[in-house]
């Protein structure tokens, strides 16, 4: 959440994972599209055409040709994965940067006993995937809240810690926002 890159690691593995399962769908997860494309369609022509080679007798390759073939899907197979990875660290670390900036903003959520409310707090810090609130109500970790900011759409998160900030009545709330602030 905060952005520091063993946070990020998670996201890196999702994209690692449907690169491994498919060349190119990593690409895809990280909403890089035209590279997910190229990957896809180079992955699927380096295959069929080793496929074409190996299943036709009639045409003569050499070992050295076919290794180079083998060869080649299983590297951009291999580099699909390590660039999803990547990749989807670097995004998340963009956009977890943090702005110190103080905005009013409409808290709905359960408190720590269950009881539903509304407040109005002020962020300690903003980022296009998450906030620092500061509030009075106490809440538990996962707890799903509703938000609206100042100046933006409204919005849903969930909280990710919470702690006391040493002033009587006064929280310091962290909440990943389900949808990204793209104006931010």
């Known amino acids: 959440m905060r952005g520091s890159r063993s946070s990020c690691v998670l996201y890196g593995k999702r994209a690692a994972r449907l690169s491994a399962f498919f060349p190119g769908l990593g690409q895809l997860y990280n909403r890089s599209f035209a590279k997910g494309i190229v990957v896809i369609v180079l992955f699927t022509f380096a295959l069929a055409f080793l496929f074409l080679l190996v299943t036709k007798p009639e045409q003569e390759a050499g070992l050295s ?3 180079i073939l083998a060869s080649l ?3 951009v197979w291999i580099a699909s994965i390590l660039d999803a990875y990547h990749a989807a660290i670097q995004g998340r670390m963009r956009d977890a940067k943090r702005f110190n900036v103080q905005l009013l903003t409409t808290i709905r959520g359960a408190d720590t006993e269950g009881l539903q409310f509304q407040e109005i707090g002020v962020t300690r810090n903003v980022s296009k ?3 620092c609130l500061i509030m009075t109500h106490d ?3 996962g707890t799903h809240v509703h938000l609206e900011f100042e100046g ?3 919005t849903s998160g969930r909280v990710v810690w919470a ?3 040493g002033n009587r009545n006064e929280r310091w709330v962290g909440v990943e926002l ?3 602030i793209r104006e931010l």
Do not use: D, H, I, N
Request: charge should be positive; charged fraction near 30%.
């Open 178 to 180: 389900l949808k990204p």
């Open 129 to 131: 995937v998450g906030a």
């Open 139 to 141: 809440m538990k970790r």
């Open 163 to 165: 702690k006391e900030t």
């Open 152 to 154: 933006f759409p409204r």
């Open 65 to 67: 040709t076919l290794g």
């Open 73 to 75: 899907p299983l590297v």
